[in-house]
């Protein structure tokens, strides 16, 4: 496995709920610097959102290990989602001059393992 060899594996799932998805759709949709981020697969895959929610869970239930843990970031505010990306991959690293109080903790309201972090339902 690659922990036992020494690699550093961060496994982190930016989730967003069905609102705010379609919110960032329709934004998408109507501006002309974004509209080209939006697929039909991006608009078909709204209505399996639920069966995209089971297979992702199940992913977690299958791989979720003490040795390489999931963090599930909740990302419908992408600067706190961010931020929590960078703090948890910096808290999970040891490296010179680290200082835990300028980088802070993940937000846990956002971030954390799958079962502390449900992923949204409809």
Do not use: N
Not at 1 to 18: C, F, P
Not at 29 to 57: C, H, M, N, T
């Amino acid at each position: 496995m690659l922990v036992q060899d020494g690699i550093h594996l961060v496994k982190i799932w930016l989730t967003v709920g069905r609102a705010e998805q379609l919110r960032r759709f329709l934004a998408r949709a109507d501006d002309p610097l974004k509209y080209w981020k939006l697929s039909s697969i991006d608009v078909d895959g709204l209505s399996r959102f639920d069966a995209y929610s089971e297979a992702i869970q199940e992913i977690f239930d299958r791989t979720h290990r003490s040795s390489a843990p999931w963090t599930v970031v909740r990302a419908d505010d992408k600067r706190r989602a961010r931020l929590a990306v960078i703090r948890r991959v910096l808290q999970g690293l040891d490296y010179d001059l680290r200082d835990d109080d300028a980088v802070g903790a993940p937000d846990p309201g956002i971030c954390g393992d799958p079962v502390a972090i449900p992923l949204p339902r409809a």
